[in-house]
């Protein structure tokens, strides 16, 4: 068989080739072409079609994200912004904190376990390409019906992943949460974060710079698995009649990625490295593309002495195969030796590939030949661009009109009382421990705060007590209803659980889940959201720092909810002033801070009692936000409150169940003069939080509130074993426990 070198494909235009199967449209092969003034290679066919594949390029969501750069508040704390492997932040004292969120959702799908684990590998690795160590991980999943028999395939494999993967990594997973919803079946989402620390000095960029430097493949060897696996795999909706569409999900190893973060940072503290790029989606072909692009030259590499597991492969194999576990480092001639050293002590195989020329083109050889020819920015950074046709949703207004705040209520105390214990038993509000028991949360001894806590706290120094704090939130639910309020309602819940735990919101890190770009519908629901989230960042001073978008999470012409979850980092000087959510001292006084209004539109009541979506969301309020935020924060540091909790879904009741019951302490509330009970209770008004204050305490706190004009009411008080709303009901902690932690081991059993 004659090799497709560029020179016969120059003498041979008229092959057909299989633009088709590779995910290319017509006219995206026919700009190849022109791109290169002939037929591609295969081996060229196969970097672009990975490369411009939906999950690799943004081809249909980068006109919108420019908003983020366009829109982004001014910040000195952002030290590497939209572009790199993960944004980078300053948090005092000469570090540097990089985050990001990403997704693995189809994978996770088709082969739940190594979908999920690879996930977290993915996102760690791109931690460690800005030259940070990781120090925990996090996991925002959505599923299916909670009863759909599919569920009890693809949950426990899912959470399996995540935590054999991450505890074999020994990094703890600090937060996340779980939803369920019909709308996810068959296209759950599987959205991993990483958080890692560095000095300044320590950050790495993904360049290829200096001719004649060496380009370094190091890791495991390249193997068959993920062959086009999450880049071509989340760029098309699934389709039961197109196996074609589902190729192979790669396969994790975390102890081999264990040697590589160590072998790694050892390089960065010898200073051996010049640029890096991990091995993700679209492997070595977006490694030495983007390496290359973002640099100051070319490149050539010999594809021969990438190290294999199946000598079998093809050279288009070896390109788009997505082997996990494996990085690209540029080094200087004289430093090789040394890098090579210290990747044979970690036990990581690593393999000079290639250089860094002087030129402009990537040159790729096999056996000898040139099966590679092109510019790397049109390969990385220079694929199409569309303007995708967007319509608001011919269903969109009879949806609002639906007005939840209509549904039938309690009509009685009694039932009060028994749609309390039906909401804070549902799969949504109840225990997830069942899950976060699967992971390790206190690995390494840093962690201050995890799961069920409104946000992760890791320590970063152990002499002055520096902390970072992490919250991801999104609610599908909201953003069907109105995706911009959705997507600022998904903002101002994770500021707000960085806030209730005494630290102070920096950046935003952001994984946009939506269905096909295709239908005009999905895409006005996408742009209402990115419009929505950019919006709340410039008005709240946290920028977007990177993220992810996931698109085509649709089976047939059924689109998921439109999901865009939002992570929040903050820092806090001192961790052992940070505010648990738990009630831990009788005695302390309850308020609760905020305006409650009557707000029932996508909530968790009218979804577990009615199975009702329809209406508006809470309205949105960011410099109430702010405000309660500047509260909960000075509270925190001040001594001023003992525990703190948001109120988002299920609200009230759900928010003092949670606090009693991680406490182990009850609560006496009185429902305020001219308060509706039921509004009080289930109510998810934005900008609410309650908080634990001591009585010594109370009148220097409700000062503070008065003076800053933030409502405070004092609902109550920490006390006995069981929650009773005076005249209304009460019910045993005792009974609360049992409804909240049996219903996700009855569903998975």
Not at 296 to 306: E, H, K, N, P, Q
Not at 631 to 657: E, N
């Amino acid at each position: 068989m004659t090799l497709d070198t560029v020179a016969h494909a120059a003498k041979t235009p008229d092959t057909e080739q299989p633009w088709a199967e590779l995910g290319l449209k017509k006219d995206e092969y026919e700009r190849v072409r022109e791109i290169l003034g002939r037929r591609p290679t295969g081996a060229e066919l196969a970097m672009y079609s990975v490369m411009w594949s939906e999950h690799c390029s943004y081809k249909s969501s980068k006109v919108h994200l420019r908003q983020f750069g366009e829109k982004a508040p001014e910040t000195d704390a952002l030290l590497v912004g939209i572009g790199e492997n993960a944004g980078v932040v300053d948090v005092g004292q000469g570090y540097a904190v990089t985050f990001k969120v990403e997704s693995h959702n189809h994978p996770s799908y088709v082969e739940p376990y190594q979908g999920a684990a690879t996930g977290i590998g993915g996102i760690v690795r791109d931690i460690i390409a800005m030259g940070a160590r990781p120090v925990a991980v996090v996991d925002p999943l959505r599923f299916g019906a909670a009863d759909h028999p599919d569920t009890k395939r693809v949950l426990p494999g899912v959470v399996s992943g995540i935590g054999g993967y991450g505890n074999c990594l020994g990094l703890p997973n600090i937060g996340g949460e779980v939803v369920f919803d019909a709308c996810y079946q068959g296209n759950p989402l599987v959205n991993a974060g990483c958080i890692g620390v560095m000095k300044h000095e320590d950050i790495h960029l993904a360049k290829a710079s200096g001719a004649g430097n060496k380009v370094i493949l190091y890791g495991a060897r390249t193997g068959g698995d993920g062959i086009g696996g999450a880049s071509i795999l989340a760029s098309e909706t699934f389709d039961d009649a197109k196996p074609s569409k589902r190729p192979a999900v790669q396969v994790g190893d975390p102890f081999q990625e264990k040697l590589l973060i160590e072998c790694t940072l050892e390089a960065y503290a010898e200073k051996l490295v010049v640029g890096i790029q991990d091995f993700g989606a679209a492997g070595l072909s977006c490694a030495t593309s983007e390496l290359a692009s973002n640099g100051s030259g070319g490149m050539t590499v010999t594809l021969d002495d990438v190290p294999l597991r199946d000598s079998t492969l093809s050279p288009e194999e070896i390109l788009m195969s997505e082997s996990q576990e494996r990085m690209c480092a540029v080094v200087e001639p004289e430093k090789v030796a040394r890098f090579l050293e210290i990747c044979e002590k970690w036990d990581v195989i690593a393999t000079v590939v290639g250089e860094v020329t002087d030129g402009d083109r990537l040159e790729i050889f096999w056996r000898g030949e040139k099966i590679v020819d092109v510019d790397p920015r049109t390969v990385a950074h220079e694929g199409p661009v569309y303007e995708r046709p967007l319509a608001r949703p011919s269903w969109q207004d009879a949806l609002q009109a639906d007005d939840a705040n209509k549904l039938a209520r309690p009509a009685d105390a009694d039932e009060l009382r028994a749609q309390v214990l039906r909401l804070v038993s549902s799969p949504n509000q109840a225990s997830k421990a069942w899950i976060t028991d699967q992971y390790d949360r206190f690995v390494q001894g840093n962690t201050v705060l995890a799961q069920p806590e409104d946000s992760g706290m890791v320590r970063i120094d152990e002499e002055t007590n520096l902390g970072v704090a992490l919250a991801t939130d999104g609610n599908g639910r909201f953003a069907k209803l109105d995706p911009y309020a959705g997507a600022q309602l998904a903002l101002a819940e994770a500021y707000r659980n960085v806030a209730t735990s005494g630290a102070k919101p920096l950046a935003v890190s952001d994984c946009l889940n939506f269905g096909s770009p295709e239908d005009p519908a999905v895409m006005w629901q996408f742009s209402e959201a990115v419009r929505g989230l950019a919006d709340g960042c410039l008005q709240l001073g946290t920028p977007v720092t990177g993220g992810n978008v996931s698109l085509y999470n649709q089976t047939g012409d059924v689109a998921i909810h439109p999901t865009p979850v939002v992570a929040v980092l903050g820092v806090i000087d001192d961790v052992t002033r940070r505010t648990p959510v738990a009630f831990a001292d009788e005695g302390h006084l309850i308020y609760l801070l905020g305006d409650t209004e009557e707000e029932l539109g996508g909530s968790a009541w009218s979804q577990v009692v009615h199975d009702h979506l329809g209406g508006l969301p809470p309205k949105v309020d960011l410099e109430r936000e702010r405000l309660l935020a500047e509260i909960l924060i000075s509270a925190s540091r001040d001594g001023m409150v003992d525990a703190a909790h948001d109120l988002s879904d299920g609200g009230l009741i759900q928010a003092l169940t949670e606090s009693c019951l991680q406490g182990g302490k009850g609560a006496r509330v009185v429902v305020p003069d001219g308060a509706d009970p039921f509004v009080l209770l289930f109510s998810e008004s934005a900008g609410r939080a309650i908080v634990a204050v001591p009585r010594s305490e109370e009148l220097r706190f409700t000062d503070m509130c008065g003076a800053r004009g933030l409502p405070a009411t004092r609902i109550g008080v920490i006390d006995g074993e069981e929650i009773d709303v005076q005249g209304q009901f009460s019910i045993p902690l005792s009974e609360l426990k049992d409804a909240h932690e049996a219903t996700i081991p009855n569903l998975i059993a």
